[in-house]
């Protein structure tokens, strides 16, 4: 609880690196740095933050959005939307959904 309310209050940056159709997504807050790189539609393992790896899908949509869909349960969806103004991740594990926005530098 105490680790969950700490990264909460953090300001990440978030760093995403697009080549082709491999992007690496690079999180780093003063807590912790989390580094995934993936090729859209190919499972890949990751830990995503939460110090349990699985497998995962990573596809884009509407040429906009990154759906991230976990292999072993499907319900566990986490979509990165980017806009002119920055970016809205929302994650929905466990029937609870929840977002987040982050602006541009």
Known sequence: MVKRKL???TSPDIL????????NIKTVTSVKTVEVTFTLGKEYEADPGTDRTA????????GDTLKTVEV????????????DDGLVM???A???????TFKRA
């Open 90 to 92: 929302t994650v929905t």
């Open 72 to 83: 072993a349960n499907p319900e566990n969806v986490a979509t990165r939307k980017f806009t």
């Open 16 to 23: 995403v690196e697009v080549n082709g159709e491999t992007y």
């Open 7 to 9: 990264v909460a209050a």
């Open 55 to 62: 497998k995962y899908v990573t596809t884009l949509e509407g």
């Open 94 to 100: 466990k029937g609870v959904t929840g977002s987040r």
